[in-house]
């Protein structure tokens, strides 16, 4: 089979050239909208390593309602856990992370949310020129096609706030409002119509807050999963003689040296083949690291860029010393509590019973209708309703003076900034402290650590969860390797609620949550006085709400910050242009570069600088911030 060959066996080395002008390490979310975008050129030649195997064809994957299939399944997830976390009573935290052509994308829940303007902005104000809101959001709108909702559904969840004229009309990635729709889906965003927090605005637009509708990233017409592996390495991209795709194939290291100027360059990478061989492959141009928030800094570390310190306890010759790689991990720290659904609400706990999941694939696979089509997801960005007014507001101000000032300094050099912005977050009346979700299923953490373990339904009865997910976190974490090893994962150590700002925001957002219960619609889809998981868990008080943080928080599974792009004064890693620090031809084009965390979920974002990033490699020299 010759390198021209339109149809391959993508782990097979069979026509692997010695050379490509760029070689992207990890062929996720990221990667390969990279990839497929330099690869418009005919002249440019890309080899795209991927440890995972190719599953683009796999019905775990394509088919929406299937996800969890592929959590804690290491066909599919790198199934990262973290160090005990002190915060949380010493549980550790599972982190799915997506092992397989289109990554994290390919086995995620398919809910998109957009940042909120502010957020964006902020990385501009760390020193990133150029990079705000209103230079990205063409790059938001340039991922994704928007395919409009039917009348009936339009009028069903209440999507009169959604701009057709604001949406992407070209992009890969389809998204659309799925095809499951059921009573919680429709009574969601009218509760919080009659809570005065209706939404305004479309969500793209970066402004608003209030109770809404997400939409998915599914294929209106097939009611399939749209995901990078399937979407930007698309047929069409996979005729390509310039891309090479090689999957199950692990990177040891990138192979770096120095050059006269004293900077480092990146002359190839040394990976892992499927048999097991160690190779290495030369690039011509750039090598670029696609391996998200965990792995991107690892292989950093493993090549020499890192801790002085931590580098030389592992026998591994620095060429950069940067003790910033691998810190300024930030996540979205979530608490959840379940609340018993009424006789006559289904809701996604049926599917324990074998007979209705078989019969939900059954219906799927011949209809492509039913609970696994899946697809709408209730949402609620929200300030602390408490703290609007003007004694609220004053409350807000002493309790944030109480935790920041005259803290104690950080090591990170960036901080004081990044909580300055977040300070301006929290009291401004254009963003949102928390991320309300409604999973119409149960959750109940303290079943395992694992996601197969606590979305698994382990009560009997049919619950929906609400989940109370932090937009903006003042704790601040890590990874780094913890061997010479890229076999032995990385530590990870987000520290969890280590920040008290955090648990102070939490604990408001979970006591509105029995607000929430008690407002009609939704009151009337749950059973009265109806069990809840934890088990006779109340949040009345704000004490009582404290408690529920440490004892139910687990990840959102969207880290970030890892490669920071900032100066390397203020604890960068890359600089605007996606350049390592120290180096004149290795970026960095993942979540990890992300400086300060965007609210909802970060797939949008991910797309979106990935975008940009495939801009700026480009233009080259030619490169304007604006």
């Known amino acids: 089979m010759s390198e021209s060959s339109v149809q391959y066996d993508t782990a097979s080395i069979q026509g692997l050239a010695d050379s490509y002008d760029y070689i992207v390490v990890g062929g996720g979310t990221s990667g390969l909208v990279v990839a497929s975008r330099l690869t418009e050129d005919p002249n440019v030649t890309v080899l795209v390593l991927e440890a995972g195997s190719n599953r683009l064809d796999d019905s775990r994957i394509t088919t929406p309602g299937l996800a969890l299939t592929t959590w804690d399944n290491a066909d599919f997830d790198w199934q990262f856990l973290t160090t005990p976390q002190h ?70 969840l209440a999507l009169d706030y959604m701009d057709e004229g604001v949406q992407g009309k070209t992009g890969p990635i389809k998204v659309s409002f799925g095809g499951f729709h059921g009573p919680l889906q429709k009574e969601w965003p009218e509760t919080f119509k009659r809570l005065n927090m209706k939404y305004t605005g479309d969500p793209s637009t970066g402004l608003g807050s209030g109770g809404h509708s997400n939409p998915a990233t599914i294929d209106a017409q097939s009611k399939t999963r749209s995901h990078a592996g399937a979407d930007y390495y698309s047929p069409e991209a996979r005729k390509r003689t310039n891309l090479r795709v090689l999957s199950e194939a692990l990177v040891e290291k990138i192979i770096l040296e120095k050059s006269e100027n004293g900077l480092v360059s990146a002359s190839g990478v040394r990976y892992f083949s499927k048999d097991g061989q160690s190779r290495l492959v030369h690039a011509g141009k750039e090598v670029i690291l696609a391996a998200g928030a965990f792995q991107s800094p690892q292989l950093l570390e493993l090549s020499g860029i890192g801790s002085q310190s931590l580098l030389a306890k592992f026998k591994i010759e620095v060429l950069i010393d940067n003790p910033y790689v691998g810190e300024n ?3 979205h720290a979530v608490a959840s509590l379940s609340f018993e659904a009424a006789d006559h609400i289904p809701t996604g706990d049926v599917l324990r019973d074998p007979k209705i999941f078989a019969a939900a694939i059954e219906e799927y696979n011949n209809s492509k209708t039913g609970f696994l089509t899946a697809g709408t997801y209730c949402s609620a960005f929200m300030p602390i309703v408490d703290f609007l007014q003007e004694d609220g507001k004053a409350e807000l101000t002493r309790l944030l003076d109480r935790y920041l000032k005259g803290a104690a300094p950080s090591t990170f050099p960036a901080q004081q900034q990044q909580y300055l912005l977040l300070r301006e977050m929290l009291q401004s009346q254009d963003d949102s402290s928390i991320h309300y979700c409604m999973a119409p299923f149960q959750m109940n953490v303290h079943a395992g650590a694992a996601p197969t373990k606590y979305l698994v339904p382990s009560t009997d009865g049919n619950y929906m969860t609400i989940c109370a997910a932090l937009n903006h976190p003042f704790s601040r974490g890590s ?21 008290p700002l955090d648990n102070e925001i939490m604990a408001r957002h979970v006591q509105y949550m029995e607000r929430l219960i008690r407002a009609e619609p ?36 969207h880290p970030t910050g890892t490669c920071a792009m900032m100066s390397k004064e203020l604890g960068g890693v890359v600089d605007e242009r996606l350049i390592v620090h120290g180096s004149n031809n290795l970026r960095v084009v993942d979540a990890s570069i992300i400086p300060l965390e965007p609210r909802g979920n970060i797939q949008s ?14 233009q080259g020299s030619n490169y304007d911030s604006y």
Not at 534 to 554: F, N, Q, W
């Open 522 to 557: 939704l009151a009337s889809l749950l059973k009265k006085n109806g069990r809840r998981i934890p088990a006779d868990t109340h949040v009345e008080t704000l004490e009582e709400a404290k408690e529920l943080g440490p004892r139910t928080v687990t990840s959102n599974f």
């Open 87 to 156: 915060g949380l009573h010493g549980r550790t935290v599972a982190h799915p992370r997506g092992k397989t052509l289109g990554g994290s994308a390919a086995i995620n829940l398919n809910l998109m949310a957009y940042p909120s303007k502010s957020g964006i902005d902020g990385w501009e104000k760390l020193g990133n020129r150029g990079w705000n809101f209103d230079v990205l959001r063409p790059y938001y709108q340039k991922f994704h096609t928007y395919c409009p909702p039917s009348k009936e559904v339009n009028e069903l």
């Open 479 to 499: 990874v780094h390797i913890n061997s010479a090893d890229v076999r032995d994962k990385p530590t990870v150590d987000p520290k969890y609620l280590s920040h």
């Open 329 to 331: 991990l930030q996540d």
């Open 605 to 618: 974002s991910v797309y979106a600088i990935a975008e940009r990033a495939a801009d700026i490699i480009k």
